[in-house]
């Protein structure tokens, strides 16, 4: 399936002053830089961004800054990862509310749902956004997989586009082509990885690198 935001995308990192502040003009000369340099779009709010550690007024400005920065020339997604349904659906809405094109949905960290619950989870989010979401499928982080239970339960939501992997389990881009192939778009997450990716007919990668080597 090919994917809703094809491309390389950078999951920006989260500028700050010396002081503990946003660093908002570094925001912006990054996403310049990156946006001359042929990036496709932009994932705010990431792992790569320490989406983790921003509140939500740091969360809206960094999103309206990006926003003012790409004026409409690329997509910008915004990642959603609160403990809690609610906290999730917060940021969610207030990334729709803000302009965003998509959002990157990961799993409630530390709660370590079961797989039904899981699905639940992204479904209420989602549908509380309006917005095409990307699982983010990162255990490591997360604690939690979207294995085959919570994805059955997902892959007919139409707001479901895709999943970055970045499992680094190379046998999940068979399971994903398998079955879910003609419903969720595969998207490489696993920098050192992405080569499998391509060779899996994957067009599109949320690349961590990117931040650093846009051109290349």
Known sequence: MPSRFPGVLTPLVTPFTEEGDL????????????LANGINGFVVAGT?????ALDAAERAAMLRTVRDHTAGRVPVLVG???????????????????????????????????????ARHVRRVVDAAGLPAVLYD???????QFGPEALDGLADHPLVV????????LDRIGMMQQRYGDAIALISGADALAMHFFAASSDSWIAGFANALPAE
């Open 23 to 34: 660093d908002l003009a570094a925001v912006g000369a990054l996403v310049e830089h990156q």
């Open 48 to 52: 790569t961004g320490e989406g983790y």
């Open 80 to 118: 959603v990862g609160g403990m809690a349904t609610r906290e999730s659906v917060a940021q969610a809405v207030a990334a729709a509310d803000g302009g965003a094109d998509g959002l990157m949905v990961a799993g409630p960290a530390y709660v370590l749902p079961d797989q039904q619950e899981l």
């Open 138 to 144: 990162y255990p490591a982080r997360s604690g939690v």
């Open 162 to 169: 895709g999943i970055k992997e970045a499992s680094g389990d």
